[in-house]
């Protein structure tokens, strides 16, 4: 009976994790390079292709080492090799990107990613770096990066990259999901469509109306 009850006990642990842990799901083949799916019907994930058709160009994404540009508002700019480039990722439960910034200032902007935990490698110059946990400590934990140096970022919580150097900065950054997904904060705020409002955003923020009119009316610049 003792041992029936622990077994039960293991299961439902065993259930709850799989259920609290999202991931990726695992692929029941060696691979399932993605399709385009057809008009009107949804899978989550892609259509595989067949794999007598897979070749070597389903897994190959050229042209991470070429810097980016970014002179924009933010002044960063985030090249994905994620499903989207890269078919031969769909059930993989992995991507990349390459992120360029701007001499002192460039801002890769507040940000959560849905579905995935980051671990980025910095390669040139330094960033400040940091992500916030939580309610309720809302703790802010940060670490100034030089070249060489790994910082990791868990899933879904916001967190920011910010080069603080005279020069250009690239990082590299892989995550744990083949469509990672992107939410800046600010975007998703203050640049959502249609808008959010005010009212909502006024209170929410402990703003004045017109300081949420102002940041609404403002462009809300994807470096994505
Ligand atoms: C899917 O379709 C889009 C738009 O037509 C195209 O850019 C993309 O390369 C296609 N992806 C695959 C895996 O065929
Ligand atoms: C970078 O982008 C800016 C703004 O679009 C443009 O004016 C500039 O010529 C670009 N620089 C390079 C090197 O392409």
Known sequence: ?????????????????????????????????????????????????????????????PGLNIPRNT????????????????????????????IDYA??????????????????LVMEGTLYVGFVTSNPENRLITKVLNPGDVFVFPVGLIHFQFNVGEANAVAFAGLSSQNPGVIIIGNAVFGSEPPINPDVLTKAFQLDKSVVNFLQKQFWWDNN
């Not at 990726?24 to 009107?40: H, K, R």
């Not at 001499?103 to 980025?120: F, M």
């Open 71 to 98: 002179s924009n508002p933010v002044g960063s700019t985030v090249t994905p090799a994620n499903v989207a480039q890269i078919p031969g990722l769909n059930t993989l439960g992995i991507s990349l990107v390459r």
């Open 1 to 61: 009976m003792e041992g029936l009850k622990f077994v039960l006990v293991f299961v439902l642990l065993a259930l709850a994790s799989s259920l609290t842990f999202a991931s990726d799901p695992s692929p029941l083949q060696d691979f399932c390079v993605a399709i385009n799916e057809t008009d009107g019907v949804f899978v989550n994930g892609k259509f595989c292709k067949d794999p007598k058709l897979v070749s070597e160009k389903d897994f190959f994404f």
């Open 103 to 120: 001499p002192y200032g460039g801002l890769n902007p507040p940000h959560t990613h849905p579905r995935a935990t980051e671990v980025l």
